[in-house]
């Protein structure tokens, strides 16, 4: 059964800090991840996807990486500001159906 | 944003009662899909749909039920509902490409069972 994990639960981070956030999965039989950001109270909104066949996405400061093989993603944040506080969840597509992780906690202060 | 809609978004009843979902979509994606998140456990999938009337159960699916009479709707039921089914309920809609199954999902609705 597959299982998504993301690690750190929580992170608080002063503005300008560049930061990593990781996600890991046990089954390598993955066909994409998707990176989510969820504001609190709000839905989700999807950040990068990335294909089973490449190795990362990159979307304006924020970049995907993803290593099948050791089972991990990381999502890079470069320049963190206040309003890239949220909950930043991971979910890998795994035969037909996105398994998610429990997700990291994010704040940025000024 | 994509073109999703729930209602209602915030909802209470009683344990016992008869409890509907709807969400809408004007994208015309093929897949459809109901999640719920509760605290500690992140998003579980409960069903999916992927065409009118043909549907799936997903990791969590029991005490409830699915039906899609129509592309743009995905209508989730309780039947009868109960303290533990108190949650937030997130729709979301993918396209049929399996090679990136890009999931979009709507604004959800919480859902509080007394």
């Known amino acids: 059964k597959q299982e998504v994990t993301q690690i750190p639960a929580a992170l608080s981070v002063p503005e300008g800090e560049n930061l990593v956030l990781n996600c890991s999965f046990t089954d390598s039989a993955i066909y994409n991840l998707q990176w989510f950001r969820q504001d609190p109270g709000k839905g989700l909104t999807s950040l990068l996807l990335?294909?089973?066949?490449?190795r990362e996405q990159t979307s304006g400061r924020l970049n995907a990486s993803l290593d099948k093989s050791s089972g991990r993603s990381t999502l890079y944040i470069a320049a963190s500001q206040p309003g890239d506080s949220a909950t930043y969840l991971c979910?890998?597509?795994?035969?037909?159906?996105?398994?998610f992780g429990t997700g990291t906690r994010l704040q940025v202060f000024p | 944003d994509a073109g999703i809609t729930q209602s209602p978004r915030h909802k209470v009843t009683e344990t016992g009662t008869p409890v509907t979902l709807r969400c809408h979509q004007t994208?015309?994606?093929?897949?459809m899909y109901w999640y719920r998140q509760d605290p500690g456990h992140g998003l579980r999938l409960i069903h999916y749909s992927y065409g009118v009337k043909d549907t799936d159960k997903g990791e969590v699916s029991d005490g409830y039920s699915v039906s899609r009479s129509k592309t743009e709707d995905f209508l989730l039921t309780l039947e009868s509902a109960t303290s533990s089914q108190t949650s937030v309920y997130f729709c979301?809609?993918?396209?049929?490409?399996?090679?990136?199954?890009?999931?979009?999902f709507g604004p959800g609705t919480r859902l509080t069972v007394l």
């Open positions: 990335i294909q089973s066949s490449q």
């Open positions: 979301a809609i993918s396209a049929p490409s399996m090679a990136t199954n890009e999931q979009f």
């Open positions: 979910a890998v597509y795994n035969t037909d159906k996105l398994i």
């Open positions: 994208e015309n994606h093929r897949y």
